[in-house]
């Protein structure tokens, strides 16, 4: 099994930067790709960015130059630096692992920290 707690949610100014932290723990040699996902309210969940374990990126274009995603393997930790945030950024803010070997299929979800960008 494995384990997402999120962290570094809150309340910023437009403008304004945060940094987020996935820290994942049990079976992480089952992790492959790790993202973030958020959900606004009223909306539905949509992907933000993806890292696969090799270091390859994916951005939704809302937010591509704005946020940057990385990994820490030795860690089993992954972040969202959030930059020049808009007000449009208010969500929950989901970390996501994707699935490999013992686990292929399965996703893997945190319980999500709130990002809240006043205008």
């Known amino acids: 099994q494995v384990q997402l707690v999120e962290s570094g949610g809150g309340l910023v100014q437009a403008g304004g930067s945060l940094r987020l932290s996935c820290a994942a723990s049990?079976?992480?040699?089952?992790?492959?790709?790790m993202g973030w996902y958020r959900q606004a309210p009223g909306k539905q969940r949509e992907l933000v960015t993806a890292i696969t374990s090799g270091g390859s990126t994916n951005y939704a274009a809302s937010v591509k130059g704005r946020f940057t995603i990385s990994r820490d393997n030795a860690k089993n930790t992954v972040y969202l630096q959030m930059n020049s945030l808009k007000p449009e950024d208010t969500a929950v803010y989901y970390c996501n692992a994707q699935g490999q070997g013992p686990h292929y299929g399965l996703n893997f979800w945190g319980k999500g920290t709130l990002v809240t960008v006043s205008s």
């Open positions: 049990g079976s992480i040699f089952s992790i492959n790709t």
